[in-house]
């Protein structure tokens, strides 16, 4: 639906499973659905077992039914193809579509995104599903996408993956030889000489669990989750290929989860027509954690606008604690994700179920039956709305952001599968230190990919950017030498893209980008931290400090401790028009704000809005002109002084520069700026 | 034993093996241990691999001289039947006895309680071996009651107990159609068509580990703790049946473990001729834990007198910390399990073995052998004051209680198996809440089941009353119509027997008779709490807050913080005759004693007695007359007020009311009341 | 090398790996590590794989090089195995050679130390490697000690295990009645009929997992650990022998782990030509610690001295948190190692390695490159620090002590495997109590194993003596009754070899030598604590408190609280010539200091010097005179007063009496004393 032309305005419903439920209620459901102004529903995502009963049987009168109904009551489909979850019959006739765990164990049915990637006969029989499904909606007229499965995820050990691990190998590296040297298998007279020598890593072989799952040989472990990711991506692209066989024109995606470890959503954003993703947020997940992962997803696919396909309308029903949203919420969190990329605000779910472990996850229709609800009054109340005040406005905008951050799923495997320096070493933690500070600033922000061309952006920064793939280093070499500014920081540009080491000393490759030499780093328990002055204040130092050589560099700032007091902790070089900056250790929350303003200042980067604490602004541009969202995620009313004047699109009021626009707790506001 | 006509004084002794020991040390210990003054031995519990060294071998000579030495001594045989833990050379052949765990892997041989409930060798073999016992001492004159097995307990997964839970499932619900219904199995795909696709819930199928055992379908774990309880019933029945065909007369039994999770006690209380448990306290259990359990198993066969069938003399062995009992506290609580409704005094065990994980378990006769312990002497002083004060007058005695906590097993299982709101709703944390009140206040109480009449009761609280199964309403509505107090609390009245919600608003069906509608539950972290005002105090309140609406109840409490402030969070309906109250949150632990204090007040129903904190009274009656036991579960001297004139057994003297009874460090008192 | 007529001086140098190198670095390598002063390197730990890609094929070329070039640059050969990881072609063709874990599961290929210890095609294998490797360089001319395999370690739990376990079994016991009686099976009906009833122990059978692998069977879990750690002792001794085919004077080595849990150190001390170790401390670990394990280390073969094998230069890989060593902490810690009897000064490893999961630890060569490192430059200094000042003075010097700690592994396993009084017990920990008081005082203290001699010392502390093994007590008694002095502890005396308790009253046999017996005993949980006087201080007391009765012996402390207040906690006995001493608690640290101080005074036993708090002094002789060790813990500089003249070795400067000897922070200083 994403840039589809049929989709003129904002789509906003979400899941609806009346396969749970008798046929009769069906239209009292529809009833009351349309009430709420919902225009789209997701389909079809766990109904393989009622679709198909046995290997050559498929039935689809109820689905055809739902489908009759959607176009009565005018509501878009998002299809699903049911093949997150496979049913009974197949795991008990076909065992190789059912996973094996990671201490070795064959699964029994049970659970969903059960099956195998690798498995045949799940490949067999998924194809066959999407082919009649296809095929039998090609014509339907209100499909607006194709959601394929449904939250990939997972990793399988079975013998079947171990086969196709050696060929997805042998592909790679060629020669036994080569894989030797890549995985460093001299190390421990792991050498190999046969291709069969190769077993799948996890915890009967070089894994091993010590706070999470840890590896003895990092290569390897490194390429099966690239392999493990892979294969799945193959699924998406196998069912992707018969969807556009019927219908070239419908976009296809499928859901994803943020920064979700085990797939590397990078790799798979070209293959979808748009991203889509699912917005479940801890309860102590703070709305710069939120804004993130939007942003993470808006970058998979370059800035384009992005699904928000599932949330929450009150509570999900699998965290320890189940919180509620806050009145206002459901509506602050659709917004939010509007401001940062999305052209939909969808929810799962629509009916709320009674049995099994989503059934206390909220629905627009509880279990009360009614709309009497205040999750239904909040939702109802901005399906109107974006009904009425939205419409299609916002479709299509995009974010105009000078400032990158760059995350990648490999360095995330590879830094936190390390063996040393540091177990406190979090990928993810780090990341949200640097996007956390430009967040509460109002700094759009791009999260991107190694791959992604640096040129348009003024500043890009690399948390824990541990492996320097081959030519990333000339890529930063070139941005800084024209002028760009570049931020890394410690653990960073220790290896190459198999997890070898480059010798000549750390950073690696940067080293002459950033003018440092690191000799050594001390990594500090839990209960130790160091301090560096910086700015004149004393800054906290913790996790691990680098001991760093300055071979051109300034110092912006030096430890004040232990024996390595007077050595520089953060850095700053002046390579070509450029500069390059090092933190060489975690600092406290406000140091990244003061550091990271100074540098915007300096490169003339402007905020979003200036805006009192608590109040997120986030910039979307269109055809339509320039939206400014402003969110409220205070519990108390605040306001905020007009800066550009515009039309307020929700309240429908014009304001002037200087002007106070009120917030109350929760609200949102967005201002269509005048050109 | 309990009830049976040859038993004229309180049983004192307790587990006896002999088998560890070399026959020529046996008539010291029956010496010895009749200077302690016991009457009863339980004998022959961990024997069947001596007693049956291969299949057609059985060998009883040991056991025979055992016998006779009891005879000798005078004293009485609880008789158990050795099947608790089957022998090695079975397992060796044949492997089905042997059990599968939750991950799916077969055991080998060891532990003990090792065998799968469901392996036809284990059947075959138990039976056998019960008939030959039972033949064998049919009309030996000395045994007063059978054993059956020891402490049946845990969960097996293997592939006989898959078939059986098939055939289970079939039997109780005949189609596959019912079976996806009750399971709510089109939720993910799982809709079976074959009872083959049904396979166990465990850690490879449906469940996994997090903090504790969760599972992604409520319905399927929930019938398999029922199946797995009821396997181990049948095994029980089997045996019991073989024991009633020779020795009609003698009651029958198995220990059981208080509040044990795995096995619903209830639905087992109507098969054993009379209810035996094993009284093992944690270190930091208080007396309030262990009176609650005592109240539990006397709750199983509505009232009937219960056996003591273990406790320790000393300490136990596997706890992390084995504190000793305080001198006085071996007495104290012997006692305290006779007011609660015990008509025994038994231990384990009578001599401390020397090798293997119990070694460290006290005894009568410790290592040093001797009886100059103070062990000994605590214990053998106690059987002189039963053989000398209490004789066979307590024999029989009932506890007249106006108030009841209903206890069920289906709705602890379904409680905690639930996915959401809340992992930190804990079923039996939340009944002791109400109990520990009650009690602290010396008010009776019965602990009853979902199907106890309620009608001899005043005052019913069904704390967390997830599960209201169908015709529960009904009763309890019928109940407060005429006249009865109600009380449940928060995560009430949500699904039926089958873990299938009740449409219509929560608390489902008790809402007309509580007169409210939940319509959302806020669940809070650890940190965090929100309070409500009851009666002038600001009381707190955790875990989960309801918020609800008045439809008809008043507030007694309304919340104080947060959106939903001004919400009632205590509620109180008329109903009929009656009252039913709704507590929607978990209070401070003052809060339980004086909201409860108010109620009885209202409803006149008097404590055993008034007493000073610490000491605990409770009243049992029989023809002999009305027994107040007053037990200090102080370590220091405190008095008691005598408010009703009698004599006192321990002590020999008659009280008058207004004098003062004093009693010492954990002493304990018993008032036979003139009547 | 140790006490190897070729070896003139201190070896420095350590693990040198170059085949995970190109062979054109090699070179570069040795003109480094030679400017590092090293002189021998450890070769071929890791590199089976490579000197034998299949059945029948072996290739030294690489070896042969390298040895070369060790030749070329006079380095001397520590020559290792490689056996201590096996290639994954000999996996993948016969998979006996791989484990079974714990629960039961076949490993697969990976990791290291992964072959199990009875397998056929290992002992097979690793059998014609040895020869190969001892025929091809048994005249090479530098190899100075042979280092069998590679930190023998783990448990195996697959059948070949158990048809083993057998047979050690068979051969041990003989007949199943006295395995029914060691065992002690009739417990819970185990007894055994035929060997074949026996399975291995572990989480399938007795085990379990509860903050540590626990066991239903004590006895069978104690003899399954012998079992295992001969196991591997068989294994070592089959490679030796072949070494000593073709190489009879050259010494020979395993490398050992400090205080291991699963292997018997004592047991294999005899096998070794000389014992040899890999200090890798916590970094939490104090000096005292790691003074303790070089102690234990050095006990192993009756106070020979000992090789440090392994240490790291900088940081280890595997740690939570690696932290540096401070500035002189390298040189600090190699001279400890000397100080406590080693006669080498070795690491792991001399180049850093580029993958896999010891890349990040350090080396002498590390990642940059160059001798342009702290690590490089403080090694270097101190290799010719040893090179000019130490060069072989302090070669097989002994340390005289007069004060033994007995250490026992079956205690270990037999103490920690207990079920009951309290899991808090642990075995090291209560050893390191009496070590470390005495050491912060520098009393030279060995600690030995129960075989050793006793008639040597006048002080011989046995903590938590759980398992009096026969003829023990009567070696403590003969000791005691000339005049020696012991101290046992609580949870000492209660079992023999089988792990059964000793009939007539704790502590068993110990009994009359302490002249008490110890009725009962009170577990603390950890937030508990009781107290006891002694020498008018007030004591806290820990874990677990003895309740004790004098039986001829007098009370040195009395506990103050609870009901056992008023009962000794600390008790001496006269008995013979000698004093027994009984510490029935776990007490204060501060009290160990004074109570120790106290009988060493009165044995008139001297430490090795007074010194400043945190500076460590230890001794050590040998025909060149007393070597005094200072050793200066502290971060900051302090200073010691000469006490007997001498000759400060590294400073080259003469003291006399009452002179003030400067010790900058981690400085060191060697006083060769005036004879």
């Given at each position: 639906?994403?840039?589809?032309?049929?989709?003129?305005?904002?789509?906003f419903?979400?899941?609806?499973?009346?396969?749970?439920?008798?046929?009769?209620?069906?239209?009292?459901?529809?009833?009351?659905?349309?009430?709420?102004?919902?225009n789209?529903?997701?389909?079809?995502?766990?109904?393989?077992?009622?679709?198909?009963?046995?290997?050559?049987?498929?039935?689809?009168?109820?689905?055809?039914?739902?489908?009759?109904l959607?176009?009565?009551?005018?509501?878009?489909?998002?299809?699903?193809?049911?093949?997150?979850?496979?049913?009974?019959?197949?795991?008990?006739?076909?065992p190789?579509?059912l996973?094996?765990?990671?201490?070795?164990?064959?699964?029994?049915?049970?659970?969903?995104?059960n099956?195998?990637?690798?498995?045949?006969?799940?490949?067999?029989?998924?194809?066959?599903l999407?082919?009649?499904?296809?095929?039998?909606?090609?014509?339907?007229g209100?499909?607006?996408?194709?959601?394929?499965s449904?939250?990939?995820?997972?990793?399988?050990?079975?013998?079947?993956c171990?086969?196709?691990?050696?060929?997805?190998?042998?592909?790679?590296?060629?020669?036994?030889?080569?894989?030797n040297?890549?995985?460093?298998?001299?190390?421990?007279?792991h050498?190999?000489?046969?291709?069969?020598?190769?077993?799948?890593?996890?915890?009967?072989?070089e894994?091993?669990?010590?706070?999470?799952?840890?590896?003895?040989?990092?290569?390897?472990?490194?390429?099966?989750?690239?392999?493990?990711?892979?294969?799945?991506?193959?699924?998406?692209?196998?069912?992707?290929?018969?969807?556009?066989?019927?219908?070239?024109?419908?976009?296809?995606?499928?859901?994803?989860?943020?920064?979700?470890?085990?797939?590397?959503?990078?790799?798979?954003?070209?293959?979808?027509?748009?991203?889509?993703?699912?917005?479940?947020?801890?309860?102590?997940?703070?709305?710069?954690?939120?804004?993130?992962?939007?942003d993470?997803?808006?970058?998979?696919?370059?800035?384009?606008?992005?699904?928000?396909?599932?949330?929450?309308?009150?509570?999900?029903?699998?965290?320890?604690?189940?919180?509620?949203?806050?009145?206002?919420?459901?509506?602050?969190?659709?917004?939010?994700?509007v401001?940062?990329?999305?052209?939909?605000?969808?929810?799962?779910?629509?009916?709320?179920?009674?049995?099994?472990?989503?059934?206390?996850?909220?629905?627009?229709?509880?279990?009360?039956?009614t709309?009497?609800?205040?999750?239904?009054?909040?939702?109802?109340?901005?399906?109107?709305?974006?009904?009425?005040?939205?419409?299609g406005?916002?479709?299509?905008?995009?974010?105009?952001?000078?400032?990158?951050?760059?995350?990648d799923?490999?360095?995330?495997?590879?830094?936190?599968n390390?063996a040393?320096?540091?177990?406190?070493?979090?990928y993810?933690?780090?990341?949200?230190?640097?996007?956390?500070?430009?967040?509460?600033?109002?700094?759009?922000?791009?999260?991107?990919?190694?791959?992604?061309?640096?040129?348009?952006?003024?500043?890009?920064?690399?948390?824990?950017l541990?492996?320097?793939?081959?030519?990333?280093?000339?890529?930063?070499?070139?941005?800084?030498?024209?002028?760009?500014?570049?931020?890394?920081?410690?653990f960073?540009?220790?290896?190459?893209?198999?997890d070898?080491?480059?010798?000549?000393?750390?950073?690696?490759?940067?080293?002459?980008?950033?003018?440092?030499?690191?000799?050594?780093s001390?990594a500090?328990?839990?209960?130790?931290?160091?301090?560096?002055?910086?700015?004149?204040?004393?800054?906290?130092?913790?996790?691990?400090c680098?001991?760093?050589?300055?071979?051109?560099?300034?110092?912006?700032?030096?430890?004040?401790?232990?024996?390595?007091?007077?050595?520089?902790?953060?850095?700053?070089?002046?390579?070509g028009?450029?500069?390059?900056?090092?933190?060489?250790?975690?600092?406290?929350?406000?140091?990244?704000?003061?550091?990271l303003?100074?540098i915007?200042?300096?490169?003339?980067?402007?905020?979003?809005?200036?805006?009192?604490?608590g109040i997120?602004?986030?910039?979307?541009?269109?055809?339509?002109?320039?939206?400014?969202?402003?969110?409220?995620?205070?519990?108390?009313?605040?306001?905020?002084?007009?800066?550009?004047?515009?039309?307020?699109?929700?309240?429908?009021?014009?304001?002037?520069?200087?002007?106070?626009?009120?917030?109350?707790?929760?609200?949102?506001?967005?201002?269509?700026?005048?050109?």
């Amino acid at each position: 639906m994403v840039e589809y032309e049929k989709v003129k305005q904002i789509p906003f419903g979400g899941d609806y499973n009346p396969e749970q439920w008798p046929e009769e209620t069906w239209e009292d459901d529809f009833h009351l659905l349309k009430k709420a102004h919902i225009n789209i529903m997701t389909l079809n995502v766990f109904n393989w077992a009622l679709l198909q009963p046995d290997e050559t049987t498929y039935c689809f009168d109820k689905l055809d039914k739902v489908m009759e109904l959607t176009k009565k009551y005018g509501v878009n489909v998002c299809m699903a193809t049911s093949t997150g979850a496979h049913p009974a019959w197949m795991a008990r006739k076909y065992p190789d579509i059912l996973r094996v765990t990671a201490d070795g164990k064959r699964r029994k049915y049970g659970r969903r995104h059960n099956a195998c990637q690798n498995s045949p006969t799940y490949r067999k029989y998924a194809k066959a599903l999407t082919e009649q499904l296809a095929a039998r909606y090609a014509d339907c007229g209100n499909i607006v996408a194709w959601h394929i499965s449904n939250e990939y995820g997972g990793v399988c050990y079975c013998e079947n993956c171990e086969k196709k691990f050696r060929i997805w190998l042998q592909k790679k590296y060629k020669t036994t030889e080569e894989l030797n040297r890549v995985w460093n298998l001299n190390f421990w007279s792991h050498t190999m000489y046969d291709w069969e020598d190769v077993v799948v890593p996890n915890l009967l072989s070089e894994e091993f669990e010590d706070d999470g799952i840890r590896t003895m040989f990092q290569g390897i472990s490194l390429d099966y989750a690239r392999f493990n990711s892979d294969g799945m991506l193959e699924c998406f692209n196998m069912e992707k290929e018969i969807v556009k066989k019927y219908m070239p024109d419908v976009p296809v995606t499928t859901n994803f989860m943020g920064a979700y470890k085990p797939i590397d959503y990078q790799k798979w954003g070209e293959s979808l027509d748009f991203v889509s993703w699912d917005n479940y947020p801890n309860y102590d997940d703070g709305p710069a954690e939120i804004a993130m992962r939007h942003d993470l997803m808006r970058g998979l696919k370059n800035g384009k606008p992005f699904a928000l396909m599932e949330q929450t309308p009150g509570v999900s029903n699998w965290q320890e604690v189940c919180k509620l949203k806050r009145p206002g919420v459901l509506r602050l969190w659709s917004y939010q994700a509007v401001a940062h990329g999305s052209d939909t605000v969808m929810f799962f779910q629509m009916k709320q179920n009674i049995g099994a472990c989503e059934k206390f996850h909220t629905a627009f229709i509880n279990h009360v039956g009614t709309g009497e609800t205040r999750v239904f009054r909040e939702a109802s109340e901005l399906g109107a709305e974006l009904e009425k005040k939205i419409k299609g406005l916002t479709l299509g905008a995009r974010t105009d952001a000078k400032i990158a951050i760059i995350f990648d799923w490999d360095n995330w495997w590879a830094a936190e599968n390390s063996a040393g320096p540091s177990r406190r070493i979090r990928y993810v933690e780090e990341a949200i230190q640097y996007y956390k500070a430009l967040y509460e600033m109002n700094y759009p922000v791009d999260i991107i990919s190694v791959e992604t061309e640096l040129s348009g952006y003024q500043f890009v920064i690399a948390p824990l950017l541990y492996m320097c793939k081959t030519g990333f280093d000339e890529k930063v070499r070139n941005f800084v030498r024209e002028g760009g500014t570049f931020l890394t920081t410690y653990f960073s540009g220790y290896v190459e893209e198999h997890d070898l080491v480059v010798c000549g000393g750390y950073p690696g490759k940067l080293k002459d980008i950033l003018g440092i030499w690191v000799e050594e780093s001390d990594a500090l328990p839990k209960e130790e931290e160091n301090c560096f002055s910086y700015g004149g204040n004393k800054v906290l130092a913790r996790i691990l400090c680098d001991l760093l050589h300055l071979q051109g560099a300034e110092a912006l700032g030096v430890y004040e401790k232990d024996f390595y007091a007077g050595m520089p902790a953060v850095t700053k070089n002046k390579f070509g028009q450029g500069n390059a900056y090092y933190v060489g250790t975690r600092a406290d929350e406000s140091f990244y704000r003061g550091f990271l303003k100074e540098i915007c200042d300096e490169l003339r980067i402007k905020p979003a809005a200036c805006t009192n604490p608590g109040i997120e602004a986030a910039v979307r541009k269109n055809a339509n002109g320039t939206f400014l969202f402003l969110l409220n995620h205070n519990s108390y009313e605040t306001s905020y002084t007009v800066e550009r004047p515009g039309l307020e699109l929700l309240g429908g009021k014009n304001y002037s520069v200087g002007e106070e626009l009120k917030l109350g707790a929760y609200d949102v506001r967005i201002l269509l700026e005048a050109e």
